[in-house]
């Protein structure tokens, strides 16, 4: 590699992981503060509200915004062809989108106040759905600090005045409620920062025929997100919805440190991505050494995870959550298998996706996706949280030998 691209990854990769690091601490925390406040039933609660969003929020982009990002770092003159069309696009589908969340939640059989959060959170994804254009367009001009200082605000305000009203009322609904102002904060300064690189006046175009050329080249980015939804929120939603609260609590408290390990590849992936999609068109060779050195990395620090987490999960539950958490020490350890996993299929799926493999990797996560929402309904019913951990490892596992036997090809 280039020394200007060395130099270049290093600086987003510091601003990214900066942010990362600060806000997922501070995330973290008020998820600490969450379970010693209200137990594993409420954590449950929180972590249903905003996975099932997550989840309902399959019609959001149709992956939109990856297929202008990855082609808008090719070639920077596409900005503002682009840009109007897919603005205009993403808001139509954001108002149907929340449409849905309203309509399903209708039925759902959860308690009014729930319902109510729920629609609350929808409304704001609205905002969240249209600002990821702005936060792809800063990752297509390869610069990551504006999203880093977007990211650490969110979180300050969240574990600051978020964590203060949790302290105060002891109740979910006041606390949810403050950290969807925070969200919307967040929103504003991205579409704020990301306003400054469009040329000339913001434009946003409504023409359904553009629509539809933009989803026929997009549309394979959408069903690996819809099928990396379906993968990542599917065990919160349905361990909730099988078994209820109080296991859900359980399993989101081992599934936190997964999350604190996933800063690894949150960090280098968005960092790497848009290198690799103007390298797979100008210098194949560089873009080579490039993939080979992050699958090195981060299958090192993934075995390292492994044995940490192991050897250290009764010592990280216990003492961050409490005793009322120590059935997550079991459900952490299986957890811990999983993480060379998820560590090398983000970095898969950014490689295909960038030189242009889209639809094998649309194959390979709707098999994955599949295979574990058939696992976690099995393995939930008899075996809970539990359960739900070893579906997790069973289909990254398998994710991962797929994709390095199809690599290749």
Same mark, same amino acid.
């Given at each position: 590699? #280039?020394? #200007?691209?060395?130099?270049?990854?290093? $600086?987003?990769?510091?601003?990214?992981?900066?942010?990362?690091?600060? #806000? =997922?601490?501070?995330?973290?925390?008020?998820?600490?503060?969450?379970?010693?406040?209200?137990?594993?039933?409420?954590?449950?609660?929180?972590?249903?509200?905003?996975?099932?969003?997550?989840?309902?929020?399959?019609?959001?982009? +149709?992956?939109?915004?990856?297929?202008?990002?990855?082609?808008?770092?090719?070639?920077?003159?596409?900005?503002?062809?682009?840009?109007?069309?897919?603005?205009? /696009? $993403?808001?139509?589908?954001?108002?149907?989108?929340?449409?849905?969340?309203?309509?399903?939640?209708?039925?759902?059989? $959860?308690?009014?106040?729930?319902?109510?959060?729920?629609?609350?959170?929808?409304?704001?994804?609205?905002?969240?759905? %249209?600002?990821?254009?702005?936060?792809?367009?800063?990752?297509?001009?390869?610069?990551?600090?504006?999203?880093?200082?977007? *990211?650490?605000?969110? *979180?300050?305000?969240?574990?600051?005045?978020?964590?203060?009203? &949790?302290?105060?009322?002891?109740?979910?609904?006041?606390?949810?409620?403050?950290?969807?102002?925070?969200?919307?904060?967040?929103?504003?300064?991205?579409?704020?920062?990301?306003?400054?690189?469009?040329?000339?006046?913001?434009?946003?175009?409504?023409?359904?025929?553009?629509?539809?050329?933009?989803?026929?080249?997009?549309?394979?980015?959408?069903?690996?997100?819809?099928?990396? +939804?379906?993968?990542?929120?599917?065990?919160?939603?349905?361990?909730?919805?099988? *078994?209820?609260?109080?296991?859900?609590?359980?399993?989101?408290?081992?599934?936190?440190?997964?999350? %604190?390990?996933?800063?690894?590849?949150?960090?280098?992936?968005?960092?790497?991505?848009?290198?690799?999609?103007?390298?797979?068109?100008?210098? *194949?060779?560089?873009?080579?050494?490039?993939?080979?050195?992050?699958?090195?990395?981060?299958?090192?620090?993934?075995?390292?995870?492994?044995?940490?987490?192991? &050897? /250290?999960?009764?010592?990280?539950?216990?003492?961050?959550?409490?005793? =009322?958490? =120590?059935?997550?020490?079991? @459900?952490?350890?299986?957890?811990?298998?999983?993480?060379?996993?998820?560590? !090398?299929?983000?970095?898969?799926?950014?490689?295909?996706?960038?030189?242009?493999?889209?639809?094998?990797?649309?194959?390979?996560?709707?098999?994955?996706?599949?295979?574990?929402?058939? !696992?976690?309904?099995? &393995?939930? &019913?008899?075996?809970?949280?539990?359960?739900?951990?070893?579906?997790? %490892?069973?289909?990254?596992? @398998?994710?991962?030998?797929?994709?390095?036997?199809?690599?290749?090809?």
């Amino acid at each position: 590699m #280039s020394e #200007s691209l060395k130099l270049r990854l290093i $600086k987003n990769a510091g601003w990214l992981f900066g942010a990362e690091i600060f #806000s =997922k601490l501070l995330a973290y925390g008020i998820i600490v503060i969450l379970s010693r406040t209200l137990g594993p039933d409420g954590l449950g609660q929180y972590s249903f509200i905003f996975y099932y969003i997550g989840l309902l929020g399959i019609f959001s982009d +149709l992956g939109v915004s990856f297929y202008f990002m990855r082609e808008v770092a090719r070639d920077r003159d596409k900005l503002k062809e682009l840009l109007p069309d897919v603005l205009g /696009f $993403k808001i139509v589908l954001a108002i149907l989108n929340f449409g849905i969340i309203v309509l399903i939640t209708l039925f759902l059989p $959860k308690p009014e106040w729930m319902k109510l959060l729920i629609v609350l959170a929808g409304a704001e994804a609205m905002l969240t759905w %249209v600002s990821l254009v702005f936060v792809r367009m800063t990752y297509a001009f390869e610069i990551t600090k504006y999203e880093a200082i977007a *990211r650490t605000v969110e *979180r300050f305000w969240a574990f600051f005045i978020g964590g203060a009203v &949790l302290w105060h009322f002891k109740e979910l609904f006041p606390f949810v409620a403050v950290l969807l102002v925070g969200y919307t904060i967040r929103e504003l300064l991205r579409i704020r920062w990301g306003l400054s690189f469009v040329p000339g006046k913001i434009v946003v175009r409504f023409r359904p025929a553009e629509w539809a050329n933009l989803l026929r080249k997009s549309y394979p980015f959408w069903l690996i997100g819809l099928f990396t +939804l379906i993968y990542y929120r599917t065990d919160m939603v349905m361990l909730n919805l099988l *078994r209820g609260d109080y296991e859900t609590g359980i399993y989101r408290a081992a599934y936190m440190w997964i999350q %604190v390990a996933m800063l690894v590849p949150n960090v280098v992936i968005p960092t790497t991505l848009p290198s690799m999609a103007r390298l797979h068109k100008e210098n *194949r060779k560089t873009l080579e050494a490039l993939f080979k050195k992050s699958f090195q990395t981060l299958l090192f620090l993934g075995l390292a995870g492994t044995a940490g987490y192991y &050897l /250290f999960a009764k010592l990280g539950i216990l003492f961050v959550f409490g005793e =009322k958490f =120590k059935e997550s020490v079991p @459900v952490l350890r299986i957890l811990a298998f999983a993480i060379p996993f998820m560590f !090398l299929n983000s970095l898969f799926g950014s490689y295909m996706n960038a030189t242009g493999r889209e639809l094998t990797f649309t194959k390979i996560t709707g098999f994955t996706a599949f295979l574990n929402v058939t !696992l976690n309904y099995t &393995l939930i &019913l008899h075996y809970g949280a539990t359960g739900a951990a070893v579906a997790t %490892v069973v289909s990254q596992g @398998v994710a991962s030998l797929v994709n390095l036997k199809l690599l290749d090809r």
